[in-house]
């Protein structure tokens, strides 16, 4: 028995349906983790999803969409003039899909204006997870607030867990970048870093130095993503490990490999799996979801 809540921006998904036709969607890189979470832990578990909604028409049916999975949304701040971000998915002429995106204004943002209720959200909590899109979506000065509820929140006894999820369109700089996630993964036990995106920012030469520079911030447990590759995994009591990927011939859409990757994970820990096992299970699950299309693949947690 516990609680589970992600932090962040889920959106509004449009995705081509052919022609001029769109399917619309929810999706988010914390919420497809809490979704995926909802499908792996027992009953007795509360999912929770953290985020600031508006009071319309789209923000209502977000939160009946997440109520409907299973996802608790009582925690979620309505904020009145403000709605929910959006993306749409277009199709290019080569096959690739092209994303644009429109949150700029989007009610997620204003997470920080109401630290009252922020720590009333994190309150209770076993576990809490956050990205560095979580983040990065923050104005500037907001970041360090939120942080400061995180931390605040672990010290009670939360897990706190950080995937980097980089995207540099979101920050306003490079340096900011690499300051909003060094803050960030200070604030978490357990962070979730991939390696070609963390080389290019940080300059690390291995997985390994990736997981020994953010242990050395403090976290328990660092597990380096390599795609295809093998999983490098430096945690306290453990020390070094090398989880092998599981082969998939045919990628159909990696949407959500990492988000998926760490509700596999994080729920693995947090039903008390031994670590090796709960890497397999994030390893897996996120080889299902890259082959089937979308962020949200039910068939990859089809109940056996
Ligand atoms: P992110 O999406 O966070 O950048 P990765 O692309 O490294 O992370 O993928 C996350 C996880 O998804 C990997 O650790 C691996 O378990 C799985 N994965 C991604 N791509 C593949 C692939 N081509 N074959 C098998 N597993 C994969």
Redesign the pocket.
């Known amino acids: 028995m516990g609680a589970f809540l992600a932090l962040g921006e889920c959106m509004v998904e449009l995705s081509s349906a052919g022609g001029d036709l769109y399917r619309r969607g929810f999706a988010g890189d914390t919420f497809n983790t809490a979704w995926y979470a909802r499908r792996l832990l027992p009953a007795d578990w509360t999912v929770g999803y953290g985020t600031c909604v508006g009071e319309d028409k789209a923000s209502q049916e977000m939160l009946d969409f997440m109520a409907a999975e299973g996802i608790e949304t009582s925690g979620i701040r309505r904020v009145p003039d403000a709605t929910v971000g959006l993306y749409m998915i277009s199709l290019e002429e080569n096959g690739e899909r092209s994303f644009s995106y429109w949150r700029g204004q989007s009610a997620a943002r204003r997470m920080t204006e109401d630290l009252k209720w922020l720590d009333g959200l994190l309150k209770d909590r076993d576990m809490i997870h956050f990205s560095g899109i979580t983040l990065a979506i923050l104005p500037p000065k907001s970041r360090e607030f939120f942080c400061g509820a995180l931390a605040r929140a672990r010290q009670r006894g939360a897990i706190v867990a950080f995937?980097t999820?980089l995207r540099p369109k979101l920050w306003e700089s490079r340096e900011a970048m690499k300051a909003g996630l060094t803050m960030g993964a200070r604030t978490a036990d357990i962070v979730?870093p991939?390696f070609d995106?963390e080389t290019e920012l940080f300059g690390d030469a291995t997985p390994e130095a990736t997981a020994e520079r953010y242990r050395k911030l403090g976290a328990d447990l660092v597990a380096v993503?390599?795609?295809?590759g093998a999983?490098t995994v430096s945690q306290r009591e453990a020390g070094l490990l090398t989880v092998p990927?599981?082969?998939?011939t045919k990628?159909v859409d990696?949407t959500a490999?990492?988000d998926s990757?760490a509700a596999g994970l994080l729920s693995g820990l947090a039903m008390g799996l031994p670590l090796e096992e709960a890497a397999a299970q994030?390893?897996g699950l996120?080889?299902r979801v890259?082959q089937a299309p979308g962020a949200l693949a039910p068939s990859a947690v089809a109940p056996a």
């Not at 993503?225 to 295809?228: A, D, I, L, S, T």
């Not at 990927?245 to 998939?248: M, Y």
Request: charged letters at 10%; hydrophobic letters at 50%.
């Open positions: 995937d999820n979730l991939s995106e993503k390599q795609g295809p999983l990927s599981v082969p998939v990628v990696t490999a990492g990757f994030a390893m996120a080889a890259i």
